[in-house]
């Protein structure tokens, strides 16, 4: 979207009244953490995983060199190697649960994910989270016992996970970051609902989520190269809405404006804002056509998640017994990872989970009015720490937000004159004394960042 979004965000910062210099404070830190992305690390960190044969989540425990087992005390290890270069600052947990789950895990099987916590320096419960799954499977989903290298499904996503730890473990900030390497993904997205079940339980406010499944790739089934985009998915409309809110939303708009939705509009404004050579392509879907991804239980827990994916799979190396036929090769190898992509991929992540982790919380109660008016007011909810706000508003067909206007520290609504209600989507942002800012929150039930259900969804 960079063409259109640079002229759109060229029109929003002209009138953001006074914020022109906002943006240099947080690019060039920003830029420092990309800038420590290593291809060469992404590469030896990889060659690790797959080098442990298979990681099907029904394979060896035991084992200290092949199986799910030997990869997951491998990934808790490098966090804590990763965590002795600051000061001991990730807290390692393997939060586990016994699954059965018919017909994927026939036998009760122990699903361990591994996670590293970076506490915030501000409220301790606002977290966000970068997540990739580390088992992997061939053809036959209930095959344990064959080599599923799995480097790009999904060894791609669970090393960018460990390289975003070793990057930004090296700075602080207010907000807690949760490095996920998630189990169970190929059964049945079971990790992910295990880690929202321990979320959940701990009460922690997710201010987003991002699921990398599948970004090591540029080169798609047709054998087109692509290694200038990353598509991010997104759900439209909450996973988690009642009838009530979809009464309320039929009537008043909010199909495109899920925080998830606003989720995606911000990791594709970090990628116009801090990258030149990675452009983010939304896609209005929660995952790809009749398929699934991690993330997926997080929307059902009531957690703002995105899925970051390459432009175009290639089905020959994913889900496939390693094997030639017919001089055709098939299999997930590194052979067929483009590790300059993955890394392009991972500085995205980088940057997109510090934008986060930087910028205050997204505003909480955003209400709007203006009805049979000539005017249209946003309220919300003051934030904690926030410097100010800004109300944003765009064209209801437009896929990103064109228009702004900023308020002040101690507001906690906005009159737009001569906006009119009907005609445009709008939205609230908080931004951070250094220039940070928050995802944009739609009004109402819709657009509600942290509304989640009494208790979490279960396996299925």
Known sequence: MRILSIALLSLALASANGVSNAQEA???????????????????????????????TLSDTVSETRGIGAARRWIARRFDEISSTCGKCLDIQLPAET???????????????????????????????????YDSRVSDVLNATADAPGAND????????????????????????????LAGEEQGLVGAG????????????????????????????????????????????????????????????????????????????????????????????????????????????GFPAVRLIEPGENY???????????????????????FAYLAKVTRLNVAALAALALAPPAPDNVAISGQVSADTTLRWSAVPGAAGYRVWWRDTIAPQWQWSRKAGKDA????????????????????????????????GPAGDWYEAPAAPGQPR
């Open 26 to 56: 947080p690019a060039a830190r920003i830029s420092a953490y990309t800038g420590a992305v290593s291809e060469a690390q992404l590469r030896a960190d990889l060659t690790t995983l797959v080098g442990f044969g298979t990681r099907h």
């Open 99 to 133: 699954i059965t789950l018919a017909p994927r895990i026939p036998n009760p099987t122990e699903v361990v994910n591994v996670i590293a916590i970076q506490k915030g320096t501000g409220d301790p419960n606002n977290v966000v989270f970068i997540m990739g799954h």
């Open 154 to 181: 999904d060894g791609s996503g669970t090393v960018a996970v460990i390289e975003a730890a070793r990057v930004l473990s090296q700075h602080k900030f207010p907000a807690t970051i949760v490095y996920a390497a």
């Open 194 to 301: 295990i880690l929202a079940r321990y979320v959940t339980a701990r009460g922690w406010k997710v201010l987003g989520a991002l699921n990398n499944d599948i970004i090591g790739n540029s080169i798609s089934q047709n054998g087109t190269r692509n290694s200038f985009e990353v598509r991010v998915l997104s759900e439209g409309v909450k996973a988690t809405e009642n009838p009530q809110q979809a009464a309320l939303r039929q009537r008043n708009g909010g199909e495109v404006d899920s925080p998830s939705r606003n989720l995606a509009r911000f990791v594709d404004r970090v990628a116009e804002d801090y990258l030149s050579d990675l452009d983010v392509k939304m896609i209005y879907r929660t995952d790809r056509f009749g398929r699934g991804g991690d993330h997926v239980r997080f929307l059902e827990a």
């Open 316 to 338: 020959d190396h994913q889900h496939q017994d390693v094997r030639t036929e017919n001089g055709r090769f098939f299999g997930d190898t590194l052979d067929y990872v483009d």
């Open 412 to 443: 906690t609504s906005l009159t737009l004159k001569d906006v009119v209600i009907d005609d445009y989507a709008f939205g609230v942002s908080a931004i951070s004394a250094d220039g940070f800012e928050s995802p944009i929150v739609f009004p």
